[in-house]
């Protein structure tokens, strides 16, 4: 009953101050909001153990190299298969990788998403096919006749949903195989398969370095993610010292199948944007409580009179909780819809910075966690805003409060909560603007960077060649240069390129070994290496800086040539010139051909411009001479991208039907798929920087000058006993900066633990750096000084008798 | 003939409240004498505190004309005002008004350390001369908020004279305070004048008007009795 009346007592205060309430509200649900939306977004799509029995066990094995992660397979089968013989820390450890599967139809081919997989996945994930069986030990033997599990989508949409599909012998890569099983809506295991299958044994017949694959796996009950990343790395240092031409820099580790696809630097951005969103909580938390103090101090005579009229303490607090509470409360309530609104938007958002369709783990929405993770966050924000009202109220001296005089000025220990709750809206508000300018910045900067090449009327395909038909690489060669002979024959074509991986793509990264440079015999760099028909950089605007690019006479019986970027011709050959140099692939040993530079071209970037991609140099040889059964092709056209799609498909069904175009996009879509991750990161941090601006300026303006307002009698004093204006002005304006300066060095020192390591991550200028570390402290020192000078001089405006007489 | 030490003539003030006209101070001439101790007393509401706000250079007047030691010091700028209060008037208010931030020893050098002319060894001798008149030597290095109310307003008085002003004003002295301390209080402003100190004093309390040595009483703003018999007769 009584806290009924407390209730309602808080309440109608609340009511009465409308003014106070709405803003109370909204800095409380700014914060909490920012907090809720950061925590369900990242929950679902780092931490949440992925939907399947015992699936916060299930992990992902791969390879590290020079200390990237590489994810989706990439780990050496040789290597893979011997650490899964010797791997102690893991349980039902299987191999799998990702490939192409080319599935023929009436009318053309289609590419799927395939998974080549050990056959115990399923019962990995304890999945029951939706109809059929699941593979059979005996299917991954050499000989077994050729079967495929479909997944739902893949059933629905290419096979119509036929419910007599099993049994049914389709051509998948050119081979007749048949259909054993359709796997339930939504499974797409290990990441976004859409078929299934078997790895067959015979694969581990092939040379070191032909297959590469990742590993499924679940940690035993009791080890740690961080032992079993101990014990993977220390069978890789062992591999790497029996192999060290095939494995130097080469290690492996192990993470969850959600931080793998977050790349290197995901467990650091996320740790930067959890800290960022507790920094806001806080700072929201600061600004509530200190405005519900500023209340508190206003009815410190009522709470004198209560505690006169024998109001207990616990009373007393619980009125000064209630008013938290209310607040509080309602801002989850407000923040839970706006946090819900803005998981609906992530949800298309997130498609456009994956390529392919969003991760089947990332359901964005309000969840059981979520709602969880709310009422902590809540319970939290009522202690933090009610707790220093609450101590005021429990603390109060009856006698001072009441007696009509006051002793002057705040009392030293207000002064002393005024000093840290300025002292800590200072830190925090650097801190979350350093990050916040540093995420923003360096996005802006990756997002305009020169990749090195033109993709203004530029179409990009993939094109896979699977059938039996090209394992020859000179059947290879023939198909591209027939396919590029074709679309140059259309005369709304301009020009055709073909790489094996595209300009501004992730490519091959082998070691390299240089003619005449010191030779260790084993950790060699590693270089971007990129097989190109010739006639393909001059089109893409890749520029010629010495020598000549390939041309048709670089074939496979003449001199083996490259092309090197102007960045690798530096490194070794400063101020000379790089052409006639030699170099060598040094990944399968030493029996590759010595190949010759025949040009340098200007550097060019493949993979992120945020990652060490951006420096790597390339070597560009000729197709010819390094075949490729994949390779991506650039289409300039005149403006019309669907006629040009149009062509190539007609070219490809003429050259052969079963070879079907996919990942089809803008040149300019390939390269701003590079940064979409950090651009909405980036979107995320501009938020958080507005609100942060605002919570911080509204904050610090809002505690100093309550401060100073509520010393405007000691102003008084002080202009009574003799005190220039200028002698207040200083005394003020040098309390502020000693509270500015104390803030900023546990603000930059914040910064500098969380935003160092983030910076070397996004490659970010020290321009940059620098003026961020200079530029915040400036702009909060301005707000300091405003939020000092502006009530000092307010109250200097007033005669000495009045401020004497300020209440 | 020496010059007054305060001469005010035909002092006005006036406060306007959105569209009332409140006049506190009506045409009041007075003349306060080097060594004199004066006590201003009245109702509430008949402008004392805003007459010793006046003189105390904390406040402008509306109308009229006010000496200090024979200058004009009605039409000053405020940063000469300033440096009077500073060094010719010292203040002791019923609140006390003490830093809570400060010592005592630091409250009392206040006043001194925003004066230009004082060493640091000087203003030290000066602070604990102060605090040798008031008592509170021994309590130097304490917060206000360790000390009584009776401590307080002597750490106030101690404060007050230590910048060695030529008048000391007091705004109800003994207000806040219980008739022991306040006692104390008084014999320690009554010291202060035998010492040559000139003292004036607002108050209403008639044992505290009694000590001094000459007594004015203003109603509605108008100086209605200006007993200055017995400092005829001292």
Redesign the interface.
Known sequence: MNSFLDFKYALRLLLRNPGFSLLALLVITAGMAISIYLYSFLNSMMIKPLPFAEGERMVVVDSLVNGTQFNGGSMELHDASELKSRLQSLDEMGLYFNGTANVSGNDAARRFLGTFTEPHMFSFTQTQPLLGRTFTAQEALEGAKPVVVLGYDTWQAHFAGDPAILGRLVKINGEMTEVIGVMPSGYEFPERTELWLPLKKTVLNTNRGEISVAMFAKLKPGVSMAAANEEVRSIFKEVEAKFPQTNAGRSGYVTTYAMSVQGSGGDIITIMMFSVAGFILLLACINVGNLLLARANERAKEVAIRVALGAPRHRLVMQMMWESLIICVSGAVLSLLLAGWALDISTEVVTTFVDGKPFYWWKFGLDSDTMIATALITVFTIFMTGMLPALKASKSNVNSALRDGTRGALSKKEGRAAKILVTMEVALSSAVLILAGLMIISTYLATHIDYGVQTDNRLTARIGLTTDLYEEPTAQVRFFESLKQELQSQSSIKAVSLFSTLPGNYAWGPNVRIEDQEDSGKDYPRYNFVSVLPGSLAPVGIDLIEGRYLTDTDNADSLDVVLITQSLADKYWPGQSAIGKRLQIADNGNDTPWRTVVGVIEHVIHGQPTSHALTMPSIYAPVAQSPSSFLSVVIEHQGNEQQALKQLDIALKRLDREIPAYNIKSYQQVLDRNTAGIGFASKMFLVFGVVTLLLAISGIYGVMSNTITRRTQEIGVRRALGAQDSDVIKLYAWQGAKQLMIGLVIGLGLAMAIGLSLAEMLRTPDWVLSGLFIGIPLLIAVVVMMATLVPTFKALRLHPSAALRYE | MNKPLLELKQIKKVFHTDEVETHALDNISLVIEKGEYVSISGPSGCGKS?LL?LL?L???SSDGSYKLQGNEVSSLS??EK??I???HIG?V?????????LTVEENVE??LT??KDLSKAERKAWVAEALEKVDMSHRAKH???QLSGGQ?QRVAVA?AIA?RPAILLADEPT??LDSKNAEAVMALLDKLHQDGATICMVTHDPRSAERAKRKVELFDGKVVADDVTQMAAA
Do not use: C, E, K
Request: charged fraction near 15%.
């Open positions: 805003t706000s105390g904390l406040d402008d405020n940063s300033a440096v209060r500073n060094q203040f208010f019923q609140a006390f008004n003490l830093i809570s931030d206040l006043p925003y004066r917060y206000p908020s307080q404060r910048g207000g806040n």
